[in-house]
């Protein structure tokens, strides 16, 4: 009998210590977790551009898509068109050339000789009257600001570029001429061509030399802010 209530002692501190170690296995396991905060307002602002902002760079885009330039030119011996494209490259531009349906040679520009064709044209304005390969530049309408560059003859805009002036409407646009020469100033180049034009709002020019260098060309591009 002895043994007996021993071994049921025995039985007994088992299933209590099996009891225990159960309970203490139900015990709930930390779990690492994930935030899923949604970011601040202020980190929100920065990551994304503010309205502001947006709308200056849509501003600045569509002011640059309005402001279109052209640069119109006529040149009879090169020089002329050097620095036309000069100021093209330097602005960024398109270009386009006033084109005698017949061409000037070297003999015509020789100004010394008093039966050239330049000095015969001098004498006798209504020879004057040049035709052109064409008058009609493409999309003409789009062009805000025009650049028109010539040489200087006796003190004028080497006529040629009369009928180009003449054929086309230049109401809206701001017109900027340039003009080369070996020694002569602007004159009244300018002023006497915004007075045979349709329009237009006609700036002071700008003279070059006829060896004007890119440097010159480009510092004044620069100061028209296009």
């Known amino acids: 009998m002895k043994i007996g209530k021993k071994f049921f002692a025995l039985v007994l501190s088992v299933i209590l210590l099996l009891s225990l170690t159960a309970c203490g296995s139900t015990r709930p396991t930390t779990v690492a977790t994930v935030s899923t905060t949604a970011p601040t307002t202020a980190a929100t602002e920065a990551a994304q551009p503010s309205e502001e902002n947006t709308e200056a760079t849509e501003t600045t885009e569509t002011e640059a898509a309005a402001?279109?330039?052209?640069?119109?030119?006529?040149?009879?011996?090169?020089n002329t068109r050097r620095v036309a494209e000069a100021i093209a490259q330097?602005?960024?531009?398109?270009?386009?050339?006033?084109?005698?349906?017949?061409?000037?040679?070297?003999?015509?520009?020789?100004?010394?000789?008093?039966?050239?064709?330049v000095s015969r044209e001098h004498d006798d304005e209504s020879l004057r009257d040049v035709p052109l390969t064409t008058t009609e530049v493409p999309d003409w309408d789009s062009y805000d600001t025009v650049l028109l560059g010539y040489p200087i003859w006796w003190g004028i805009a080497a006529w040629p570029v009369n009928n180009f002036v003449k054929a086309n409407d230049f109401t809206g646009k701001t017109v900027i001429p340039f003009a080369t020469s070996s020694s002569s100033g602007m004159g009244q180049s300018g002023s006497l061509l915004a007075e045979m034009a349709n329009g237009g709002d006609w700036q002071q020019g700008q003279r070059f030399s006829s060896g004007a260098s890119e440097a010159d060309v480009q510092a004044w591009v620069n100061g028209l802010g296009l």
């Open 90 to 117: 330097a602005a960024n531009t398109d270009l386009f050339e006033i084109v005698p349906t017949e061409v000037y040679t070297n003999e015509d520009l020789n100004w010394t000789n008093p039966n050239s064709r």
């Open 67 to 78: 402001n279109k330039t052209l640069v119109v030119y006529y040149s009879a011996s090169g």
